[in-house]
């Protein structure tokens, strides 16, 4: 199977959900990453389980496979981004019941993935005790995910407790390796903070990538550029995933775009089928060269 592009729908925030998964099957995308949100699919809606039921059926229609994003900005605190969060001083208990609504969404949806991540651990607060928390809130939302057939996939992010690879490889192992347990990895982030490139950060990740964010970055700039306006080797990040036999949707992720976005999406999508053409060409060459 050849990979398959999806696109966020925090990048179609100006759009009525129904016409955002319509834009972006149009264009040729093979699925969503939808983010729970009250523009959207608020998890807290008091008609949530009415809503789920409607959007599966859309997403059947057009033919569109989904993964569940976490990443809302504003859902649970309206003065504070992304508060609580699994590593906060208080309230997470909060963020647990986000992402148990979040696993319960998925299973509905028939999701490939839930993404999540840790939050930023309160300045003064010891190492250990933010690896206690994360622990500590994701022993439930694993145990429901395993219940119900979800696959989890922790995302490092710039500037929270676990931001690179290597610590979300921590975290699993501390966590005992639950099956349920994989990782997001955002394409861009291997050029803003992962200390190996991007092809080489694909491949370490290897069997533990549950879901694919695509974008590009600047080194040390965390900010989701457009394709080809940053560093990011898109050619090569793509071969990559073929390479370690990635299966899911890798889904273009521009939550800053939404004024435009139809038309960031077209370009997006010429963009993905250029560079995977390219990809699978240059394999093409190296695997008939080393017979």
């Given at each position: 199977?050849?990979?398959?592009?999806?696109?966020?729908?925090?990048?179609?925030?100006?759009?009525?959900?129904?016409?955002?998964?319509?834009?972006?099957a149009d264009l040729g995308y093979d699925g969503v990453a939808l983010t729970l949100d009250h523009p959207h699919l608020d998890p807290f809606d008091d008609h949530l389980a009415a809503r789920t039921r409607e959007l599966g059926r859309r997403l059947s229609g057009l033919g569109l496979a989904v993964v569940v994003e976490t990443g809302a900005r504003y859902l649970m605190d309206p003065w504070r981004k992304h508060e609580p969060t699994l590593v906060s001083a208080t309230g997470r208990e909060r963020r647990v019941e986000l992402l148990l609504?979040?696993?319960?969404?998925?299973?509905?949806?028939?999701?490939?993935?839930?993404?999540?991540?840790?939050?930023?651990?309160?300045?003064g607060t010891p190492e250990p005790t933010g690896w206690r928390r994360l622990q500590e809130g994701l022993g439930p939302v694993l145990d429901e995910a395993a219940r119900r057939g979800v696959r989890l996939a922790f995302e490092p992010e710039p500037g929270m407790f676990v931001?690179?690879?290597?610590?979300?490889?921590?975290?699993?192992?501390?966590?005992?390796?639950?099956?349920?347990?994989?990782?997001?990895?955002?394409?861009?982030?291997?050029?803003?903070?992962?200390?190996?490139?991007?092809?080489?950060?694909?491949?370490?990740?290897?069997?533990?990538?549950?879901?694919?964010?695509?974008?590009?970055?600047?080194?040390?700039?965390h900010e989701h550029l457009e394709l080809g306006t940053g560093q990011l080797d898109l050619v090569g990040a793509l071969g990559a995933l073929v390479d370690v036999g990635y299966t899911g949707l890798a889904s273009m992720e521009l939550p800053r775009h939404g004024h435009a976005a139809p038309t960031v999406a077209a370009r997006?999508?010429?963009?993905?089928?250029?560079?995977?053409?390219e990809a699978l060409e240059r394999r093409h060459q190296r695997v008939g060269g080393a017979r």
């Open positions: 199977m050849s990979l398959r592009f999806g696109y966020g729908t925090n990048g179609f925030g100006d759009h009525r959900l129904d016409d955002a998964l319509a834009v972006i609504r979040a696993v319960r969404i998925a299973a509905e949806l028939g999701a490939e993935a839930v993404s999540l991540w840790s939050g930023i651990l309160p300045a931001d690179t690879l290597e610590r979300a490889v921590e975290l699993r192992s501390r966590l005992g390796a639950p099956e349920p347990f994989g990782v997001t990895l955002d394409l861009g982030h291997c050029v803003c903070n992962e200390p190996l490139d991007v092809t080489r950060t694909v491949h370490r990740a290897g069997p533990l990538l549950a879901n694919v964010q695509v974008d590009d970055m600047r080194p040390g700039v997006s999508m010429t963009a993905l089928r250029a560079a995977l053409a």
